[in-house]
């Protein structure tokens, strides 16, 4: 199977290059019979190619049986037309990558809340502006003083999405709560919620509950174990994902997944943190949890119990890894760096 790792920008390279060294070392230990790729996306590529994401990168993604995305810096990006484009964007949309999984567990004793829940994220439309329309932007300004942003929801997307979430929760606690805002956007949010609910006549042993957006923020402080699966939109998810993360114990240890019919891109749930890029102290956890996904992804559509299992090994050797406290990284309260708690995974597997 080939793996195709981009580096990013900020601490991405940093990150990145912790998950190619523990996929190296499982592919040789356990024999995956993975091909490893990395290569260059975002401000480094662009003064070389004049792109963010340059064409060679693209067909290597669309010929790749999963992705590692590491985190990019969008916010420094030029315009489009200027060679600033969203690799992220563009392989979820290009791709079709139309399922967003983001789990939160608390992962150390004592720090964070007791939650376990996945996120389920719509992927493809929503309120962002490069994932509405066909041709042009989503966001667009009439006059100097006013601007508009369009948001997208259709019926085949809420409905896709809806089954990912409805099969997760009928194999974990049988509870999918449902997150919108339609008594405000009664006809976005309406054709999410009405789609869902016709779904779910699918998965009679589902229990269904209906949440407003600004319930679940405040309910995911106060009672973060009532939930389990939890569904909803594309800005939505992205907004409570991080907020129950950081209940869990930090965005640094957050996963993510995106994944269509054909392919999956693993991407932690965190930015690139320019802050400290290359001083050797960003936490890997949230990438190499990705990567655990990924695998784990592959071995199941695959039916290859040994990329399960590779996926399972790395969850455990976070987690054991993180039972001490002298060796996780500074966000965590700790004092390695990111090469030294890469060791420590390798040493655990």
């Known amino acids: 199977m080939d793996i195709l790792i981009l580096e990013g920008d900020g601490i991405g390279p940093e990150i990145a290059a912790s998950c190619a060294s523990i996929l190296t070392h499982l592919n ?3 024999n995956l019979g ?5 290569r260059s996306v975002g401000l480094a590529t662009l003064p070389i190619e004049g792109t963010t994401l340059p064409s060679s990168v693209r067909r290597a993604a669309e010929q790749a049986d999963g992705i590692v995305l590491a985190p990019l ?4 990006y030029p315009p489009a037309a200027e060679g600033g484009i969203n690799a992220s964007a563009e392989f979820r949309n290009g791709l079709n990558l139309f399922a967003n999984f983001r789990p939160c567990r608390r992962r150390r004793a004592n720090a964070g809340a007791d939650i376990d829940l996945i996120m389920v994220r719509e992927n493809t439309e929503g309120f962002y502006a490069c994932r509405t329309m066909h041709a042009g932007s989503g966001e667009f300004m009439p006059d100097p003083e006013t601007a508009f942003a369009l948001r ?5 997307a809420s409905r896709a999405i809806a089954r990912e979430a409805l099969l997760l929760a009928s194999t974990r606690r049988n509870k999918l709560t449902v997150v919108h805002k339609a008594n405000v956007l009664k006809l976005s949010d309406g054709l999410f919620l009405e789609t869902v609910r016709s779904a779910a006549t699918e998965f009679p042993s589902v229990e269904i509950e209906e949440q407003l957006v600004d319930a679940t923020a405040a309910l995911l402080v106060r009672e973060p174990a009532k939930f389990d699966v939890v569904l909803t939109t594309n ?4 907004i409570l994902s991080n907020e129950a993360a950081e209940i869990a114990g930090g965005l640094g240890m957050a996963p993510s997944l995106n994944a269509g019919a054909d392919r ?5 749930a965190h930015g690139s943190a320019p802050d400290i890029a290359g001083q050797n102290r960003a936490n890997p956890a949230g990438l190499i949890l990705s990567n655990a996904m990924l695998l784990n992804w592959l071995g199941q559509r695959a039916r290859r119990s040994d990329l399960v299992e590779a996926a399972n090994a790395i969850e455990l050797a976070i987690d054991t890894a993180l039972s001490d ?4 990284t500074p966000d965590q309260g700790g004092s390695a760096t990111t090469v030294q ?3 420590t995974i390798i040493r655990t597997l």
Not at 73 to 76: E, G, I, K, V
Not at 325 to 328: G, Q, Y
């Open 28 to 30: 040789a230990e356990r």
């Open 34 to 38: 993975l091909t490893l790729e990395r």
């Open 73 to 76: 810096s969008t916010f420094s």
């Open 152 to 156: 997208k929801i259709t019926s085949g």
């Open 235 to 238: 800005m939505f998810g992205d």
């Open 264 to 268: 999956a891109m693993a991407q932690a």
């Open 325 to 328: 406290p002298a060796r996780c």
């Open 341 to 343: 708690f890469t060791e």
